[in-house]
C-alpha cells in the first residue's frame, strides 16, 4: 500500500503520510490490516476500509494530526462511538479515533450548568459525572451507552445548530434555516419498503420546495444522510453537502457561481431496488472542536463567500 487514490482523484502517497504522522502526533498511529478492518464499520451496513488510523494523547494532538494529513491532502475522519446507522463513521479516510484518549470531563460550572467536555467522552459516562451535582446533559439517543459527545456534535443529533452556526460564522457564510424537521427517511432510515414514498410526501410539505427555489450559486447544506438522501431523490436539481463540504470548498479558494456543489467529488454509489442512495460519510468530521476550529483558521485567508441554504 505505497500510494493509493483517494476521492480527489490525487495519488496518496501513504507511506510517507504514515511516516509522517508517526513524526509528528502524540499518539497510536496505525496503518496494519487488522486495525483498518478493525475500523472499516459502524453501526450500519456500509463498510469502508479507511487509509490508516490515529489515535491521538490529546485533542491538541488531533489537531497536528489534521495538519500533517491536510500537508498530504489526504482526507481525515474523527470518530466516536461507531454508533452511527449511516455510516457516518466509515470512510476511505484518515480515522481519528477520541474514545481511547480523549473522554475527559474538562470543567463543569454547577451554577451556570455548562461544562466542557473532550469529543471522545461516552454520554452515559457523561451523565454519572454529573450525577452528584444534580445535572444531566439532556438528549439521550438510543446508543447512549456507547455514543460519544463528539460524534453527536458532528452528526448533529439530538442538538441545535449553535455550532454549526458558529463554524459558518467564522468562515463568514451567511445561512438561512429552514424551520424543516428531518423526516429520518420516514422511518428507520429508509432501509425498509415501503418509505420512500411516505419520505417523499414529507418532504414536499417544506424542504423540498425550499431546495427547488434556492438560487442556483447558493450551497444547500444538510448534515443528515436522510435529508441528504432525500433531496437527491426528490427532483430538486440540486445535491446537498455536509457542512464540512463546504468548509473545504472555501478552503480550495472561489466557489462556483452555479451549483458549486458540483465541486465536490463523491464516490458514485448504487441504488437500491426501493430507491434509497447510499449515504455519503463526512458527518463526524466536526465532531472534534478542536480539530475543526484549527482547520478554520488554516484556511482563514481563502474563506468561503455566500449564501448557504441549511436544509
Same mark, same amino acid.
Given at each position: 500500500?505505497?500510494?493509493?487514490?483517494?476521492?480527489?482523484?490525487?495519488?496518496?502517497?501513504?507511506?510517507?503520510?504514515?511516516?509522517?504522522?508517526?513524526?509528528?502526533?502524540?499518539?497510536?498511529?496505525?496503518?496494519?490490516?487488522?486495525?483498518?478492518?478493525?475500523?472499516?464499520?459502524?453501526?450500519?451496513?456500509?463498510?469502508?476500509?479507511?487509509?490508516?488510523?490515529?489515535?491521538?494523547?490529546?485533542?491538541?494532538?488531533?489537531?497536528?494530526?489534521?495538519?500533517?494529513?491536510?500537508?498530504?491532502?489526504?482526507?481525515?475522519?474523527?470518530?466516536?462511538?461507531?454508533?452511527?446507522?449511516?455510516?457516518?463513521?466509515?470512510?476511505?479516510?484518515?480515522?481519528?479515533?477520541?474514545?481511547?484518549?480523549?473522554?475527559?470531563?474538562?470543567?463543569?460550572?454547577?451554577?451556570?450548568?455548562?461544562?466542557?467536555?473532550?469529543?471522545?467522552?461516552?454520554?452515559?459516562?457523561?451523565?454519572?459525572?454529573?450525577?452528584?451535582?444534580?445535572?444531566?446533559?439532556?438528549?439521550?439517543?438510543?446508543?447512549?451507552?456507547?455514543?460519544?459527545?463528539?460524534?453527536?456534535?458532528?452528526?448533529?443529533?439530538?442538538?441545535?445548530?449553535? *455550532? &454549526? =452556526?458558529?463554524?459558518?460564522?467564522? %468562515?463568514?457564510?451567511? !445561512?438561512?434555516?429552514? $424551520? #424543516? +424537521?428531518?423526516?429520518?427517511?420516514?422511518?428507520?432510515?429508509?432501509?425498509?419498503?415501503?418509505?420512500?414514498?411516505?419520505?417523499?410526501?414529507?418532504?414536499?410539505?417544506?424542504?423540498?420546495?425550499?431546495?427547488?427555489?434556492?438560487?442556483?450559486?447558493?450551497?444547500?447544506?444538510?448534515?443528515?444522510?436522510?435529508?441528504?438522501?432525500?433531496?437527491?431523490?426528490?427532483?430538486?436539481?440540486?445535491?446537498?453537502?455536509?457542512?464540512?463540504?463546504?468548509?473545504?470548498?472555501?478552503?480550495?479558494?472561489?466557489?462556483? *457561481? &452555479? =451549483?458549486?456543489?458540483?465541486?465536490? %467529488?463523491?464516490?458514485? !454509489?448504487?441504488?437500491? $431496488? #426501493? +430507491?434509497?442512495?447510499?449515504?455519503?460519510?463526512?458527518?463526524?468530521?466536526?465532531?472534534?472542536?478542536?480539530?475543526?476550529?484549527?482547520?478554520?483558521?488554516?484556511?482563514?485567508?481563502?474563506?468561503?463567500?455566500?449564501?448557504?441554504?441549511?436544509?
Amino acid at each position: 500500500m505505497a500510494t493509493e487514490t483517494h476521492g480527489s482523484g490525487s495519488a496518496l502517497d501513504v507511506r510517507a503520510l504514515e511516516a509522517a504522522l508517526r513524526d509528528h502526533v502524540a499518539g497510536e498511529v496505525r496503518f496494519d490490516a487488522g486495525s483498518r478492518g478493525a475500523y472499516s464499520t459502524d453501526g450500519s451496513n456500509y463498510r469502508q476500509v479507511p487509509i490508516g488510523v490515529v489515535v491521538p494523547y490529546t485533542v491538541d494532538a488531533a489537531a497536528t494530526a489534521v495538519e500533517v494529513c491536510a500537508r498530504f491532502r489526504a482526507p481525515v475522519l474523527p470518530r466516536g462511538g461507531g454508533t452511527s446507522l449511516g455510516g457516518q463513521c466509515a470512510n476511505t479516510a484518515v480515522v481519528i479515533d477520541f474514545t481511547k484518549y480523549c473522554h475527559g470531563l474538562v470543567s463543569l460550572d454547577t451554577e451556570r450548568r455548562t461544562c466542557v467536555v473532550e469529543p471522545g467522552i461516552v454520554l452515559d459516562e457523561l451523565n454519572r459525572r454529573l450525577a452528584p451535582h444534580g445535572l444531566r446533559f439532556g438528549p439521550k439517543p438510543s446508543t447512549h451507552s456507547h455514543c460519544s459527545l463528539g460524534g453527536m456534535v458532528g452528526n448533529n443529533s439530538f442538538l441545535a445548530y449553535d *455550532a &454549526d =452556526r458558529e463554524l459558518m460564522r467564522r %468562515a463568514g457564510i451567511e !445561512a438561512e434555516v429552514l $424551520d #424543516a +424537521g428531518c423526516c429520518g427517511l420516514a422511518g428507520n432510515f429508509g432501509f425498509e419498503r415501503g418509505h420512500h414514498e411516505l419520505s417523499l410526501a414529507i418532504g414536499e410539505q417544506g424542504v423540498l420546495p425550499a431546495v427547488r427555489d434556492t438560487a442556483p450559486g447558493a450551497l444547500v447544506l444538510a448534515d443528515g444522510f436522510s435529508c441528504r438522501t432525500q433531496i437527491d431523490q426528490g427532483r430538486t436539481g440540486r445535491r446537498a453537502l455536509h457542512l464540512a463540504e463546504a468548509l473545504s470548498l472555501g478552503l480550495d479558494g472561489p466557489l462556483p *457561481a &452555479d =451549483r458549486p456543489e458540483k465541486a465536490v %467529488a463523491r464516490p458514485v !454509489a448504487s441504488r437500491r $431496488d #426501493a +430507491g434509497l442512495l447510499t449515504a455519503g460519510t463526512a458527518a463526524a468530521v466536526l465532531g472534534a472542536a478542536a480539530a475543526g476550529a484549527y482547520a478554520l483558521a488554516r484556511g482563514a485567508g481563502r474563506r468561503a463567500r455566500g449564501t448557504v441554504r441549511r436544509a
